[in-house]
């Protein structure tokens, strides 16, 4: 892809040319604009020979390939690192008068910036208002780090290694890629965990908190799709997602069937309990007490509820449509790992994909980040993915139910 790294004219320009090579070796196209600041401190033969491209500043060369409008337009991704005080002043007052800002006027695809300089600089009420106006209108602001500056100065200001900023980049990039990929269709997301009332007010649950599944919907989103969020959970929605709230495994089921009619995929990230009990009281259940011994209590009579994908699966009957997505939280035992116990599940539900959750010892449910294995019925091949957060998840698990996809009509 095409990548513009801008370089301002801060001490931390040398660590833009670790970050310029990182970029060419993933094979990405790397045009470097420095500003006229910036090669005083790394020159001009420097970054051509390390991009392969000749080197600019300015707007007046090259003037018939228009390139103070050329650079921007055709890029995938600008990258300015180091962003001084006086490069995001100028960014954030819309100035043009180098062929960086010029590109950043221009472009319309992500902008990264990594601001560094000293921290009285970094933390002066202009900057941060600088800062503050560039993350509204979309620029990604990778934080600097806390650490030795120049001379014996120390304190937040420095510019993160070049191998974070390149994950950074590479992050960006890759939902770039992917942006679009479901455009058009339709997706059903459960998420949560079922209630299954004893009385008005006690329930049977389980310890989901919906994040995985509202993950799964929002990049779902990002990425074209119209999607239907299926919810027991109360979190903020997603952007553009459509959300259809329920408590019990019986609702689900019901607002499953109906959603997942002309759906493309359905992706079964709720936790829907196995059981539910017999009866439902009509009023609280009281403890007794007949005496100060009395340690009785009421046995609950449970049934079994249904397997909302199992039905799904049965319901497409030889069809390959919807494409069904699994979840299944697994501990590993004396009888399987995780990964043992994650097969034979995706051989019994039929379904096409298969995310086997790690949870247990602090990990999966109510935590930011998850451990997956994604299976695909038919195939050997297993993506791992983790400890990463339940967004780099999302990603993975879509990336694999994309393939599977017929492509689009016309």
Known sequence: MKVVLGVAGGIAAYKACALLRLLSEAGHDVTVVPTASALHFVGEATWAALSGKPVHTDVWSDITEVPHVRIG?????????PATADLLARAATGQADDLLTNVLLTARCPVVMAPAMHTEMYEHPATQANISTLGERGVHIVPPASGRLTGRDS??????????????????LDRRRASGSLAGRRVLVTAGGTREPLD???YLGNR?????GYALAAVAAERGAEVTLVSTASLTPPEGVRVVAVETALELEAAVREGSAGADVVVMAAAVADFRPAEVAAHKIKKTHDGDDDDSAPTVALVRNPDVLAGLVAARGGSSAPVLVGFAAETGDADGSV???GRAKLERKGCDVLVVNEVGGGRA?????????????GSADV???GPATKTAV?????????????APTA
Do not use: I, M, Y
């Open 155 to 172: 304190g937040p200001g420095r510019l993160p290694e070049p191998e974070q900023l390149f994950e950074v980049c590479a992050r960006v």
């Open 200 to 202: 008005p007010v006690r």
């Open 394 to 406: 999302s990603a993975a698990v879509w990336d694999v139910v994309t393939d599977l996809l017929p």
């Open 208 to 212: 989901s908190s919906g994040k995985q």
């Open 365 to 377: 449910f109510g935590t930011d980040d998850n451990t997956v294995h994604v299976l695909r019925r």
């Open 383 to 385: 993506v791992d993915v």
């Open 339 to 341: 990964l043992e116990h």
């Open 73 to 81: 337009q055709e890029a995938d991704l600008v990258v300015v690192a």
